[in-house]
């Protein structure tokens, strides 16, 4: 087997929760610990013709946690993914020694507002975002004000993955707020929240949740085409190229699927 020992480690699963046909979480406990920051992510795979076909991925799990978790969607015609749906607890994958990336919380410009969009599975930086901004604040490692508003669009409500957690943290903390919104409604009869993609809902929350360029960073995660629409309709709103913070997960152009 090609994969070098100096690159990769064997990441065996521990558990697995799956929330629909297509999407699930995975719990792995790496024998070396993964140093990164909320928000980054760590490329993993599995063996194939003798080499590591892998992808990159966000790790949803915090640093401050023992084991690292994964949110991942089967695309129906990928190399990966769907090797990867085959794979339950105590199978193994080989993962990258080093998480990477920047997509991290914006500590820089002194904004005190975090707008963070996403599309299924972008959420998951998110989910490392407030797991560490909440033990940070709680162990008095943070003192800044700030306020997080995550805004994520799915298909049907069985594909938001984090959606309990997300509202018992709202119940908890002041300064978080989620709005879950779904663009097949019609196929959801039960959904009584938000409808529409993020796109259609994200200059309406900018504007009354008082989101402005003078205080907010704005976080565009997950499908291309959504990012694309969401950061021009931001820059319509005022703001800068460098407020705007983006994780494409796939190129442009390619996969074009619904959110
Ligand atoms: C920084 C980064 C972080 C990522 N984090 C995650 C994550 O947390 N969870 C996750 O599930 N994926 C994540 N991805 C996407 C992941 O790396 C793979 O692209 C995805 O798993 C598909 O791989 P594949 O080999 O199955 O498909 P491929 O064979 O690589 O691609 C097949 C086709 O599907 C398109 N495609 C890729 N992903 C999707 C998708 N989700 N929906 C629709 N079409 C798609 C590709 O552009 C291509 O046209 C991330 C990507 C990046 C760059």
Redesign the pocket.
């Known amino acids: 087997m090609a994969a070098d020992p100096d690159k990769y480690m064997k990441a065996p699963i521990t558990r697995r929760q799956d929330y629909s046909p297509t999407l699930w979480s995975v719990w792995m406990n790496p024998p070396e610990t993964l140093a990164f920051k909320a928000g980054q ?1 760590v490329a993993f795979g599995v063996e194939n013709h003798d080499k590591v076909l892998e ?4 790790i949803v799990s915090s640093p401050y946690e023992p084991e690292l978790e ?4 089967k ?1 129906p ?6 090797k990867l749906y085959e794979l339950q607890a105590g199978d193994t994958v080989f993962m990258r020694k080093k998480a990477k ?1 920047v997509f991290n919380i914006d500590v820089k410009s002194g904004h005190s507002q975090h707008f963070l969009v996403s599309t299924v ?1 972008g959420i ?1 930086p998110y989910i490392s975002m407030v797991r560490t901004l909440a033990l940070d604040l709680k162990e008095g490692r943070l003192a800044q004000p700030f306020r997080l508003v995550i805004l994520q669009g799915v298909s049907k409500s069985n594909e938001f993955g984090y959606d309990r957690e997300l509202i018992e943290a709202v119940g908890q903390y002041p300064w978080l707020t989620y709005i879950p919104t779904i663009s097949r409604h019609w196929e959801d009869p039960e959904w009584s929240g938000e409808r529409g993609r993020v796109d259609d809902l994200v200059r309406k929350y900018a504007d009354t949740m008082d989101l402005t360029p003078k205080d907010t960073t704005v976080y565009l995660c997950g499908n291309p085409g959504m990012i694309v629409n969401v950061r021009d309709i931001m820059r319509r709103c005022g703001f800068e190229h460098a407020a705007i913070k983006e ?5 442009p152009g ?2 074009e ?1 619904e959110y």
Not at 55 to 58: E, L, T, V, Y
Not at 77 to 82: F, K, N, Q, T
Request: proline residues 4%.
């Open positions: 992510y992808r990159a991925f966000s994964f949110f991942i969607e695309v015609e990928g190399a990966l993914s769907p990336g599975t998951a994780e494409t997960y796939w190129a390619e996969g699927v």
